[in-house]
């Protein structure tokens, strides 16, 4: 019986410190939301015309990269298949 009591007393404990912890991060969420940080985060729509640079930039570097490199990763292709051809 004193066990049961005991047990249930640890589970009242666990319980109540679950509410309280909810409790808090409900505070502070709710801070959070009203802050002007959040506002303003929120309400971002985005740089459009910088994302289109950085994805023209970025495809310029690769196609740039690639002229470059495409003969010699060619080469490093061919001599590794040809290195396990000859293994067989």
């Given at each position: 019986?004193?066990?049961?009591?005991?047990?249930?007393?640890?589970?009242?404990?666990?319980l109540a410190?679950?509410?309280?912890?909810?409790?808090?991060?409900?505070?502070?969420?709710?801070?959070?939301?009203s802050?002007?940080?959040?506002?303003?985060?929120?309400?971002?729509?985005?740089?459009?015309?910088?994302?289109?640079?950085?994805?023209?930039?970025?495809?310029?570097?690769?196609?740039?990269?690639?002229?470059?490199?495409?003969?010699?990763?060619?080469?490093?292709?061919?001599?590794?298949?040809?290195?396990?051809?000859?293994?067989?």
């Amino acid at each position: 019986m004193q066990k049961q009591l005991m047990g249930q007393r640890a589970s009242e404990h666990v319980l109540a410190k679950q509410l309280w912890l909810q409790d808090r991060i409900h505070a502070v969420s709710q801070s959070l939301r009203s802050s002007a940080l959040f506002k303003s985060v929120r309400d971002e729509r985005g740089d459009v015309p910088g994302w289109v640079l950085v994805v023209l930039m970025t495809t310029g570097l690769v196609t740039a990269i690639w002229t470059i490199a495409a003969p010699r990763l060619s080469a490093i292709l061919k001599n590794s298949l040809d290195a396990m051809n000859g293994i067989r």
